[in-house]
């Protein structure tokens, strides 16, 4: 796990989610400008050429189903934990200015 995370941290100037597609694309545009200047502007412009998938079904797991999935999938979650912190702390360290005083 820690190879694959150094890998990560060495291989790839940012690692993003479409689950949190606003910090996702924010992060792209402030560190890969040549290629994701205006991401945002672009991705939210046309709705109807980006659409927001949506699950009609319920998502609900029992307990015991969830408790074996994660136990099954520990390291690809801890992988996943460990790219959103890193994501959103790339996301911090680009719009540090933005963000009000505590």
Same mark, same amino acid.
């Given at each position: 796990?820690?190879?694959?995370?150094?890998?990560?941290?060495?291989?790839?100037?940012?690692?993003?989610?479409?689950?949190?597609?606003?910090?996702?694309?924010?992060?792209? $545009? &402030? *560190?890969?400008?040549?290629? /994701? #200047?205006?991401?945002?502007?672009? +991705?939210?412009?046309?709705?109807?050429?980006?659409?927001?998938?949506?699950?009609?079904?319920?998502?609900?797991?029992?307990?015991?189903? $969830? &408790? *074996?999935?994660?136990?099954? /999938? #520990?390291?690809?979650?801890?992988? +996943?934990?460990?790219?959103?912190?890193?994501?959103?702390?790339?996301?911090?360290?680009?719009?540090?200015?933005?963000?009000?005083?505590?």
């Amino acid at each position: 796990m820690q190879i694959t995370k150094m890998n990560v941290e060495r291989e790839y100037a940012v690692v993003g989610s479409w689950e949190d597609t606003n910090v996702t694309l924010a992060v792209l $545009e &402030a *560190y890969i400008p040549k290629y /994701f #200047s205006n991401a945002r502007t672009v +991705y939210y412009s046309d709705s109807e050429k980006f659409n927001i998938n949506t699950v009609s079904h319920d998502t609900h797991l029992d307990e015991d189903v $969830e &408790a *074996y999935l994660r136990s099954s /999938f #520990s390291f690809e979650i801890e992988l +996943y934990l460990f790219i959103m912190q890193r994501l959103y702390k790339q996301y911090i360290a680009a719009y540090k200015d933005e963000f009000p005083a505590l």
